[in-house]
Nanobody, 119 residues
Framework: QVQLVESGGGLVQPGGSLKLSCTAS????????MGWYRQAPGKQRELVAT???????NYADSVKGRFTISRDNAKNTVHLQMNSLMSEDTAVYYC?????????????WGQGTQVTVSS
């Protein structure tokens, strides 16, 4: 079994910053990739950012230049630094990791953490 524990969500004013973290534990092989997705009310879940084991990153156009994804491989942790937050960033943010074990890659989701950007 794999467990993902997320932290760091909350309420922030427009223009503010938040940092999300997600740590994987359990039956872990190679974790690749690690990423964040979000889902706003009435909308589909969408990619925010992903990062590979060697540090290659991919961002949604809407967050480029404002969000930074990083990972600590020794701690099986991925972070999402969110700056210049806007009301449109309000959503539940989900951690997603791919774990490769015995030649099979499976993807796991965190429980989600609410981010609300409002004055």
């Amino acid at each position: 079994q794999v467990q993902l524990v997320e932290s760091g969500g909350g309420l922030v004013q427009p223009g503010g910053s938040l940092k999300l973290s997600c740590t994987a534990s359990g039956s872990i092989g190679v974790i690749d990739p690690m990423g964040w997705y979000r889902q706003a009310p009435g909308k589909q879940r969408e990619l925010v950012a992903t990062i590979t084991t060697v540090g290659s990153t991919n961002y949604a156009d809407s967050v480029k230049g404002r969000f930074t994804i990083s990972r600590d491989n020794a701690k099986n942790t991925v972070h999402l630094q969110m700056n210049s937050l806007m009301s449109e960033d309000t959503a539940v943010y989900y951690c997603n990791v791919g774990i490769l074990r015995l030649g099979v890659r499976r993807y796991y989701w965190g429980q989600g953490t609410q981010v609300t950007v409002s004055s």
